[in-house]
């Protein structure tokens, strides 16, 4: 009898060590998310992620890592327009499901609303330049969907660029660069590169008018917004 029972606990070590091995191994990683799946570079009908292995989130979509349209979030309700930073559980790579992410913890919620912003503008004033009427077709911004790129343009100069941070009034813009072709063109500006980069500030009114303003809320741009215009490209949203 005790060689019975003897028997009996080593198989029942060996039957729980055996399901303990079995079981899926883990590692935990904290990370951002981007605020929404953006067109793959290889293919814009597939939509990827995008994460920053960072703890300060940083706006400048090119420091992110990009994740093909596989890699899933299981346990989280992805809201476009935030931020998030998480706490996410990651499978072995010979694991049964190697692209699902378990998120185990919202450290962080952050609300993008560059979203807000996002269509054609025309310029009707830069700082206290007023664009006349007939010159509106030449003077315009751009606010472009999932990157959060900025474009402007003058008669004979053309800007593109990344927004900073954007909060429900702050605003900011880290890069402006002037588009090669337009650099060595002699023109004024009015100084609406400046303009931009000065701004810290905006006001949405009606969603159809908008004012930015310097850290002294002196007004550098005032904008009226396209009718019709997609920043996201036609059909798409």
């Known amino acids: 009898m005790k060689a019975y029972h003897y028997f009996l606990i080593y198989g029942i070590l060996i039957f729980t060590s055996c399901k303990e091995s079995e ?3 883990t590692t935990e990683e904290t990370f951002w998310v981007w605020t929404s799946r953006i067109p793959c570079d290889f293919d814009t009908t597939i939509r990827c992620l995008y994460v920053l292995k960072e703890n ?3 706006y400048n979509l090119n420091n992110w890592i990009r994740l093909d349209e596989k890699y899933i979030l299981s346990d989280f309700d992805y809201q476009s327009d935030y931020f ?5 559980e990651i499978p072995e790579a010979n694991s049964q499901n190697p692209f699902e992410y378990k998120v185990i913890d919202v450290i962080q919620k952050v609300k993008d609303f560059s979203t807000e912003l996002n269509a054609g503008w025309d310029i009707l004033q830069i700082n206290s330049f007023k664009v006349p009427e007939d010159k509106f077709a030449y003077f315009k911004i751009n606010f472009e969907g999932w990157r959060r790129i900025i474009s402007a343009n003058t008669e004979c100069k ?3 660029g990344n927004l900073g941070k954007v909060g429900e009034s702050e605003f900011s813009v880290f890069s402006l660069s002037i588009d090669y072709f337009t650099e060595n063109t002699e023109c004024d500006d009015f100084g609406l590169k400046d303009a931009i980069l000065t701004s810290k500030s905006y006001n949405l009114i009606n969603s159809d008018s908008l004012i930015l303003k310097d ?3 002196k007004i ?3 904008l009226k917004r396209l009718p019709g215009y997609n920043p996201y490209g036609p059909g798409k949203k």
Not at 84 to 88: G, I
């Open 56 to 58: 300060t989130l940083d």
């Open 23 to 25: 079981s899926p191994k």
């Open 84 to 88: 998030y930073q998480l706490k996410v």
């Open 158 to 160: 053309f800007y593109s």
């Open 215 to 217: 850290q002294n809320q």
């Open 220 to 222: 550098t741009l005032i």
